[in-house]
């Protein structure tokens, strides 16, 4: 059965999915680019691997992109500090490959070649890894099952299986049961992600709950951030400042309305806005929607701040450091198709609120579930939930206490991971 499935791949899944990147192409400079980077990747990677000291093991980490990536950082910086190892780091995606060129903890960077078995055993012969570690779901069939025949141990970490997913239905599920006992050990996030891995008739043993290192990298970048220093000392002293992070037009117009009264009602109220995507057009659409009394001020701008009260964030890079001088935050992103990232104000103590898009986010289920979050529906939920948190101090510190002690108690998949990597090197 599993050499008909690998041909069924091999002849027609593949050729259908390389030919649409190939179109895609045509229309997106991105995936271009990603196509004119793979060409000739093994003489590039040859190359590169001449350098290498060959008294050291190697291993590889693979992500997806970049959101991926940023959980295999706290492990491969782990495995750093603790041995002497060459790393080796891929990725699937033009921008997440980009984004990492110069990640100083990487001898390697380089992208995973599309999935034919004669790249992928190319692609292995010529780096000659000890470890293969693929981050939460990207794994790709052919290099898994090269891998194997190579006798390479391979690790699939932070991985995630949702209860309704295509992969455990049909042949679907036979495919992947087969791709997965080929896998040395699956280290997933929570207990009912191993019991839905398991449902592929899997080793036991092999499939082990270690937790998500997701909630390490927050905390870690956390202690980065506020090093930042955005604005000066005392800065905000006296006031209350709310963060509107990662926006979408539609979230705004959902929370600016109830924002903007409570903003009339209570004059020590700050907004700080930072949209998700950042352009000229979106923020002058913003200036133009806040009263002249209440006044905004672009965060460029900020050298000479005369008392505004909504400073909006016209570049990119520095949400996590914003939260660290927030009171309470609304997360973007639930309004439009997904929650975006809810454990960034969290760690710093925040009550955090969203639009009603969460089912993409284990996290923000969690929160909900343990009492620091809030679903906001629409305009009149909107300005309830906000003036009770602006309102109440006890009320919204105690709701940031139980964030803040669920990502604590979150913490520590990194040394768990490094643990089960060291453990076969």
Known sequence: MIK?????????????????????????????????????????LKSQVKKLDKSKKRIWFHSSSMGEFEQAKPVIEELRRREEVIIVVSFFSPSGYQN????????????IPLDSRKKCKEFLDVLKIDVAVFMRYDIWPNMIFELSDKKIPTLLVDATMRY???????????????????????????????????????????????????????????????????????????????VLGSAWESDEEVVLPALFKLMSKHENLILIIAPHEPTINHLEKLEHQVDKAI???????????????VILIDSIGILLSLYYYADLA????GFKQNVHNVLEPSVYGLPVLFGPKIYNSQEALSLIEEGSARVVHNKKEAYRILSKLISDDN??????????DYVKRNIGATGKITDEIVSIL
Do not use: C, W
């Not at 008909?4 to 791949?9: D, E, K, Q």
């Not at 050729?15 to 400079?29: G, R, T």
């Not at 609304?330 to 992103?333: D, K």
């Not at 009320?395 to 803040?404: D, F, H, T, V």
């Open 395 to 404: 009320y919204r510190e105690k709701l940031g206490q139980i964030a803040s």
């Open 295 to 309: 006044g905004s001020i672009r965060f460029s701008h900020m050298n000479i701040y005369n008392n505004q009260r």
């Open 100 to 111: 990492s060129i110069n990640y100083s903890f990487a001898d390697i960077v380089t992208y």
């Open 164 to 242: 309704n997913s295509p992969r455990k239905y049909g042949v679907a599920k036979i495919f992947h049961h087969h791709i997965y006992k080929e896998i040395d050990k699956i280290l997933t996030v929570s207990d009912e992600d191993r019991n839905n891995f398991l449902q592929f008739n899997l080793d036991n043993n092999k499939v082990k709950t270690v937790g998500d290192t997701r909630y390490d990298r927050v905390y870690q970048k956390s202690l980065q951030a506020k090093e930042k220093k955005l604005f000066k000392e005392n800065f905000f002293d006296g006031k209350k400042v709310v």
């Open 4 to 44: 008909l499935l690998r041909f069924f791949y091999d002849y027609l899944l593949l050729p259908l999915f390389i030919a649409a990147i190939y179109v895609a192409s045509l229309f997106n400079n991105k995936i271009r680019r990603g196509i004119r980077d793979r060409k000739n990747l093994a003489e590039k």
């Open 330 to 333: 609304f997360v973007g992103g």
